[in-house]
């Protein structure tokens, strides 16, 4: 059966340190993979996705995920963290089939020091 | 072009009452969702739709139920609301398969 992990449930790193955010999959196929973003009392926004081609994917607000198909891993980067990052992320694995149904981690919360 | 919306923001209900949540999108989108996202537990798909007209079940679709008589429109019901129902829900909306979901706002709602 498809599942995510996200090991991490809480998080906790100082402003301007590296971030990396960690998600695995569980898919028999190539996966769709996307990360999320929710801000408190907000709904998700997408921040990236991979579907095929560089495993190396570049999003918004200087978010960046490797695929790594051996580990069955896509983390979540970013270099220099600001204290509006602070928030729930949450990593997906489309499903199979033609539903286009995801399949969410249970979400790692960042907090971010001054 | 609001995206997807959601009504209402917020709602109390006592046991055993009903109620509908709606959603709706703009963006002519084919494929609709509706989640509940409860603590430690990332978001479980309730219901799904795949077009005007159809509805499947999702991960945990015991206690709800829904329609879509109208593309952009994909309403939630709950016939007898239980505390186990509180939660909030997010309804999400799709071009189809390997496109992004785009979410709505949620809605809150608690069940004493």
């Known amino acids: 059966a498809q599942s995510v992990t996200q090991p991490d449930i809480h998080i906790t790193v100082s402003e301007g340190a590296s971030l990396e955010l960690r998600c695995n999959y569980s898919?028999?196929?190539?996966?769709?993979l996307f990360w999320y973003v929710q801000s408190p009392g907000q709904g998700l926004q997408l921040l990236l996705k991979?579907?095929?081609?560089?495993?190396l994917v570049q999003g918004i607000k200087g978010f960046e995920a490797e695929f790594k198909r051996s580990q069955s891993s896509f983390n979540l980067r970013k270099p220099s963290v600001h204290w509006s990052d602070a928030a729930e992320y949450f990593c997906?694995?489309?499903?199979?089939?033609?539903?286009?149904?995801?399949?969410f981690g249970q979400g790692t919360t960042l907090q971010v020091k001054p | 072009n609001a995206g997807v919306t959601q009504t209402p923001k917020f709602r109390v209900l006592k046991t055993g009452q009903s109620m509908t949540l709606l959603c709706a999108q703009d963006?002519?989108?084919?494929?609709m969702y509706w989640y509940r996202q409860d603590p430690g537990m990332g978001l479980r798909l309730i219901h799904y739709?795949?077009?005007?007209?159809?509805?499947a079940k999702g991960e945990v679709p015991d206690g709800y139920n829904v329609s879509r008589l109208k593309k952009q429109n994909f309403l939630l019901g709950l016939e007898s609301a239980a505390p186990s129902q509180t939660s909030v829900y997010f309804c999400?909306?799709?071009?189809?398969?390997?496109?992004?979901?785009?979410f709505g706002p949620g809605t809150r709602l608690l069940v004493l």
């Open positions: 997906a694995v489309g499903s199979s089939g033609n539903t286009g149904k995801l399949i």
């Open positions: 999400a909306s799709n071009r189809g398969r390997q496109e992004t979901q785009y």
């Open positions: 898919y028999g196929a190539t996966p769709y």
């Open positions: 739709s795949v077009g005007e007209g159809t509805t």
């Open positions: 991979y579907f095929s081609g560089d495993t």
């Open positions: 963006m002519n989108h084919e494929y």
